[in-house]
């Protein structure tokens, strides 16, 4: 029995549309793959940066701290030379009108 052409060229084309179909399925489950990919190293990073971030804020606070720790030293410094009287061992009153 002889297969009609039509039939032939029929078959051949289902024949590469489903292998066009497979390398589709293919190509699509490697992009996926790669989006994932992509996706982890963003996350990676991302997680970089904020610990990056996380340590410079946490410095930054440390070195407020340090420079409010020196502010009130002067401060102290400067009230402790100005307003205490060490001959009587008492304060001084802040007005020098006041005896």
Known sequence: MLIAPH?????RL???LDYAS???????HQAKALV???KQRWIKQRQKV???EMLTAK?????IKKKVRKSKA??????HNNFYDEDHN???????FIF
Do not use: D, F, G, W
Not at 90 to 96: E, F
């Open 50 to 52: 904020q610990a990056v």
């Open 36 to 38: 994932e990919q992509s």
């Open 74 to 79: 002067c401060l102290m410094k400067y009230l």
């Open 59 to 63: 410095r930054n606070s440390v070195l």
């Open 90 to 96: 008492s304060h001084r009153l802040l007005s020098p």
């Open 7 to 11: 039939i032939i060229i029929i078959t």
């Open 22 to 28: 497979e390398q589709v399925k293919i190509a699509m």
């Open 14 to 16: 289902l024949k590469k």
